[in-house]
């Protein structure tokens, strides 16, 4: 069984900055690819940032491009979620995901992920 543990989320004021890590179990982490979402109060989760199995490639939510910066480090089995110039629209559950598909593209519809963690709140003051 696949689990993804998010961490590193809390309370930050506008135009500061926090690192999401998610660390995932299981020994064929370096197949998947890995997407971030979010989910704000009242509003349905929706795509963030995206990697391919090899980190060769990314994709972010325009809403996040230029502040937002995705890595994964296949020897330790984590995915990260660098997020600076953070905005009070940020504020939301953020949760790391997992496709096993191994595609060269990166996964950015929910309903092809087949792995998620619980998520961490990201909270962001104005």
């Known amino acids: 069984q696949v689990q993804l543990v998010e961490s590193g989320g809390g309370l930050v004021q506008a135009g500061g900055s926090l690192r999401l890590s998610c660390a995932v179990s299981?020994?064929?982490?370096?197949?998947?690819?890995m997407g971030w979402f979010r989910q704000a109060p009242g509003k349905e989760r929706e795509f963030v940032a995206g990697?391919?199995?090899?980190?060769?490639?990314?994709y972010y939510a325009d809403s996040v491009k230029g502040r937002f910066t995705i890595s994964r480090d296949n020897a330790k089995n984590m995915v990260y979620l660098q997020m600076d110039s953070l905005k009070p629209e940020d504020t939301a559950v953020y949760y790391c995901?997992?496709?096993?598909?191994?595609?060269?593209?990166?996964?950015?519809?929910?309903?092809?992920?087949?792995?998620w963690g619980q998520g961490t709140q990201v909270t962001v003051s104005s």
């Open positions: 299981g020994r064929t982490f370096s197949t998947y690819g």
């Open positions: 990697i391919t199995w090899s980190g060769g490639t990314t």
């Open positions: 995901a997992a496709d096993r598909a191994r595609l060269t593209r990166v996964v950015v519809a929910i309903r092809e992920y087949d792995y």
